[in-house]
């Protein structure tokens, strides 16, 4: 499993021609949201990023240093800071292959990830209203909580601009995926790259559905209660460690990263790249169900193949069932926004 396609080793210098089989192509990304706790370890990470030419910083709050501190890393990628004034939203935009959004305000202690959906909410919408006008062609990735809630009023306010691609519309729930892999190797003794969970559902407590029998892994029911468990509560164990400084960040960024270079490995032609993702799905329509996160694939236009779940067991159908019910309503809450 590629996780990032180059090597961390800073003897050798990073470069394309490691991708023999893509074609390459500048890439511009555009990180929304880049001075927070997400949005700085992310940036530094896709800064190592060699299919990235041109990395571009937007915060409400202290975008430019964090722009001017990534620029002095001896990568190829240019970086440039955004702040509001003068146009700095759009412009940091304009052009991008790739937005990222970790704007907003992350949980505390005995918070729920719905409890933020007023404030993200707007700002949110706020950016992809601006966005749809600059980047009308941009893939769009949403870190942002309640991620089930976000990407339906992101989905809005794109569509008020006129921008109605949902291949390009994805929520990032890559972290429960390296969460299952990493608690599953634990139980087991096993190298966390060894093992892929498909993820499956949404991004919150009952909505995560993780298919442990995809996995191929032997558990007992006991083993197998305790892994669902921490899967969809994973956040809360970071909430509370942090005891009031916010949610996972370093994770988070190590996830986010991941996705993106998926995204861009499917920009740059590559076949048969997929992560599971949260992405308008045809799936459940049928139960009122819009939104879906299941295996996708990533291609030039974004989340071109969305995957079904494939064979799941008795328990996995329970899981899947009270996450429909949950998902419809955060996704409804989502369509419903208004600014
Ligand atoms: P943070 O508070 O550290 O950073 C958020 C940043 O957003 C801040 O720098 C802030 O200035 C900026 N911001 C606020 N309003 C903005 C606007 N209108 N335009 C641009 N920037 C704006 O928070 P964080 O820890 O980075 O978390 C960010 C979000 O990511 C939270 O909602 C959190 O719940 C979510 N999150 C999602 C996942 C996931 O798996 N999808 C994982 C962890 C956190
Ligand atoms: C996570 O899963 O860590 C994030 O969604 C942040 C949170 O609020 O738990």
Redesign the pocket.
Known sequence: RTVFPFSYNCSRPLTRKLYSTTTTRPLKVSV??A?????QPLSLLLKLNPYISKLSL?????AAGVAADLSHIDTSSDVQGYATENGGLERSVQDANVVII??????KPNMT?DD?FAI?AS?IH??GRACAVVAPNAIYLV???P?NSMVPVLKNALAAGGVRDSRKLIG??T?DSVRASKFLSQVKGASPETIRVPIVGG?SGATIVPLLSQSGVQLSEKERDEIVHRIQFGGDEVVKAKAGA????LS?AY?GARMTNAVLRGLSGEVGVTECAYVESPLYTDQGVDFFSSRVTLGKEGAEDIHPVGLINDYETGLLETCLQNLKKSIKKGLSFVP
């Open positions: 929304l949201g001075a927070g706790g997400i949005g937007f915060d409400i709050h202290g970790s704007a907003g305000v992350p949980r990830r933020l993200n700002i706020k950016l870190i942002t909580n991620v990032v729930t972290l991004h916010g949610s996972a960040t988070m996830a």
